[in-house]
C-alpha cells in the first residue's frame, strides 16, 4: 500500500484517562455521548469510533446523516447514534430503519417522520431539541404543547426519547448569564412535559464546558465533545476546576493526538540565498534546511510560514519561508545528523519537547475545534498504546 505524506497517531491510555477524568466529574448514572461530528473533531471517525467503544463508549451523537452512516460503519451492533444536525427528508427512513434517533427543531418534521416509520414499520426515535436562547435550531415554545399532543397521539409509531437544547457559549464564564436563562427556559419546556403527562425517556444539556464546570445541567446524558480529545474547553473551564479541587495545576485532561511525517530532503543554503516561494526568508549565514512533505493542502496553517515549530531528533527547528500547497521548509542547521527519513513531529510529543496543538491556534487565531476538524480525511489514522 502506497504512503500518504503524513500520519495521525491517537494515543488509547490518554483517552481512557480522558475518560475516567470526566466520568468522576459527571459521575456514573448519565449516559456519555460522545460526540464525533466532523470527523471525529479530525481523528477520524472509522478509527476513533472503535477506540471509544473499548473505554466503554456506546452512544456516539453526530451533525448529519453521512456522518451517522460513517459510524454506523465502524460501531457495534449494540451502540446507539443521534443526529443533532441536519437529515434530509429522504434519508429519514433509512435512520429509522438503521434505530438512528435524531433531533427535530421544528413542528413539521414530526408528521413527515410519522410517515417514514409506517413506511419503515419500525417506532422513530425522536429528540425534541427546544429553543432556549441560542437561536440556532430548536422548537419554539408556542410549537411545543402542539407537538407533543402529537407525540402522544402517535405514540405506537414516535418514540420521545430525548429533550434538548444547547448551550451558546458554555465555555465562558462572561455568558453565565445568558446559560442561567437557558437552563430555566428548558425547565419551563420539561414543566409542559409534565403537564402533558408525556415525559421524554432522556433528558440532555450539557456539553464538555456544562458537565465538567455545571453540576445542575447533568441530567440523564451528557454529549461530550472537546474534552474526551483531551482539550479543556476554555481557560475559564479549566480555572474552574482548579479552583474547585484547590490545585496549582492539573493535567487531567490528556492530548490523544500526533501529527507526524518525515524529512523529505536536506539542502544546504549559502548566506544571501532566499528560501522557498519570493523572499520571505533570506538567508543571513549558511543553512542546513529540511524540506517536508506536506502543507496547507494537508490543513497545515499558511499563517505559521516564518512563525511555527516541528520536532525532529526531539529539537525544535523553526519553518522557514513561506508554506506551499504541499512542501514546506525547518532550519535544521542546529540539529546535527539529520537525515531524510527521519521523523518529524507537527503536534505531539517527541523525547522531552512538544508542539501542542495551540502553539497553531495561538498563532494563526484558529480555535483548536477549527484547527483539528480541518485535517483532512485522507491523513491515514492508527491507534497506539
Known amino acids: 500500500m502506497v504512503r500518504h505524506s503524513s500520519r495521525i497517531e491517537l494515543k488509547q491510555s490518554a483517552y481512557k484517562n480522558n475518560i475516567n477524568f470526566i466520568r ?141 437544547t444547547h448551550f451558546g ?20 419546556f420539561l414543566q409542559k412535559c409534565k403537564e402533558k403527562g408525556l415525559m421524554p425517556q432522556i433528558r440532555h444539556i450539557a456539553c464538555s464546558a456544562a458537565a465538567l464546570a455545571m453540576k445542575d445541567t447533568v441530567y440523564d446524558m451528557v454529549r461530550i465533545g472537546v ?63 529540511a524540506v517536508l512533505p506536506l502543507g496547507y493542502s494537508n490543513g497545515y496553517p499558511r499563517a505559521l510560514s516564518n512563525r511555527g515549530q516541528v520536532l525532529i531528533h526531539g529539537k525544535k527547528a523553526p519553518i522557514v519561508g513561506l508554506i506551499n500547497m504541499n512542501l514546506f521548509m525547518v532550519d535544521v542547521t542546529h540539529i546535527p545528523s539529520v537525515k531524510v527519513g527521519d521523523e518529524v513531529v507537527l503536534i505531539g510529543r517527541q523525547k522531552n519537547n512538544v508542539i501542542n496543538v495551540s502553539s497553531f491556534t495561538n498563532a494563526t487565531q484558529l480555535l483548536n475545534n477549527e484547527m483539528l476538524s480541518r485535517l483532512p480525511a485522507a491523513i491515514p489514522r492508527s491507534v497506539v498504546k
Open 169 to 188: 457559549g458554555a465555555e465562558s464564564t462572561s455568558n453565565q448569564f445568558k446559560i442561567d436563562m437557558q437552563h430555566k427556559r428548558y425547565k419551563e
Open 24 to 164: 468522576k466529574k459527571i459521575g456514573e448514572g448519565p449516559v456519555f455521548s460522545s460526540v464525533v461530528k466532523a470527523n471525529a473533531y479530525g481523528h477520524g471517525i472509522e478509527v476513533f469510533v472503535p477506540m471509544a467503544e473499548k473505554c466503554g463508549i456506546h452512544h456516539f451523537c453526530v451533525a448529519s446523516s453521512y456522518e451517522a452512516e460513517q459510524v454506523l460503519k465502524a460501531c457495534r451492533d449494540d451502540s446507539q447514534i443521534v443526529i443533532m444536525g441536519i437529515l434530509y427528508e429522504e434519508d429519514i427512513v433509512w435512520a429509522i430503519e438503521h434505530g438512528i434517533a435524531f433531533f427535530v427543531y421544528n413542528f413539521d418534521r414530526l408528521p413527515v417522520t410519522l410517515e417514514a416509520a409506517k413506511k419503515a414499520g419500525i417506532r422513530a426515535k425522536v429528540h425534541i431539541e427546544v429553543e432556549t436562547g441560542a437561536n440556532r435550531t430548536g422548537m419554539n415554545a408556542r410549537e411545543f404543547p402542539r407537538a407533543l399532543s402529537y407525540l402522544k397521539k402517535h405514540r405506537e409509531s414516535l418514540h420521545f426519547e430525548g429533550l434538548c
Open 227 to 289: 474534552a474526551q480529545y483531551g482539550f479543556w474547553p476554555s481557560p475559564d473551564i479549566y480555572f474552574a476546576h482548579i479552583y474547585e479541587t484547590n490545585k496549582k495545576s492539573d493535567a487531567s485532561l490528556k492530548r490523544i493526538f500526533s501529527w507526524k511525517t518525515d524529512v523529505m530532503d536536506i539542502k544546504e543554503v549559502k548566506p544571501g540565498e532566499f528560501i522557498g516561494y519570493g523572499t520571505a526568508f533570506q538567508a543571513t549565514h549558511p543553512m542546513n534546511i
